[in-house]
C-alpha cells in the first residue's frame, strides 16, 4: 500500500510539473498573439520579405583545403532571392546532392547532405561582393576524378511557407 501511495506521489508531482510547462506555454504564446494582432491592420503577410526562388552561386566548386593537391571540400554557395530578386537570410534547411550523371544509375550519386536550419543559420556569409549561405561539405573518397562535369543540386525548404526550391549548376572541371 505504501508503495502505490509513492508511485501515485511521483505521478502527481510528474503531471504538476507538465501543467506548469503548459501554463508557462500558454503564457508565452498568448503574448506572441497580442504583439501579433498589435500590428496595423495594412500589415498582411504578402508585404513581408519572402522566399521566391534559390540560386547556386558562381563561386560554387571543389576545393583543396590543405593544399595538397587533393580536392576534398565542396563548398556551395546558396542565394535566397525574395519577390524583388534581392539576396535575403531565409529561415529554412537544405538538402545538396552531387551528381556525375556519366555514371549507372547505382553510382550516379556520389554524395548528398542535409543542412538543418541551425546550421544553416550558422553559414550565412556577408562579404562586400557577395551575401549568400556557404556550406561547406567534406568529398574525400566520394569523388576521385574532377575532370569531367559534375553536378551539384541543392533543396530549400522555406521554413516561412513551407514551400520548397531547387536549383542546380554543372561543375565543370578547372583547367589549372
Known sequence: MAARI????QEKALLQAQIEQAQAENQRLKGQVQVLSGL?????IEN????????????TGFYD?????KKEKLIVYIEPMD?????????GAVDVQLW?????????????????SDELRKAWFDTLLSTNYRCVF???????????????KVTFTD?????TFTDQMAIKPQTE
Open 159 to 163: 521554413y516561412l511557407t513551407g514551400r
Open 138 to 152: 567534406d568529398i574525400a573518397g566520394k569523388v576521385a576524378d574532377f575532370s569531367k562535369t559534375l553536378t551539384v
Open 83 to 91: 519577390q524583388e530578386g534581392d539576396k535575403i537570410k531565409a529561415a
Open 40 to 44: 496595423p491592420e495594412e500589415t498582411k
Open 100 to 116: 556525375d550523371l556519366d555514371k549507372s544509375q547505382d553510382d550516379a550519386l556520389p554524395g548528398q547532405w542535409h543542412v538543418t
Open 6 to 9: 509513492e508511485e501515485l506521489t
Open 65 to 69: 583545403k590543405d593544399k595538397d593537391g
Open 48 to 59: 513581408i520579405r519572402r522566399l521566391e526562388s534559390v540560386k547556386i552561386g558562381r563561386f
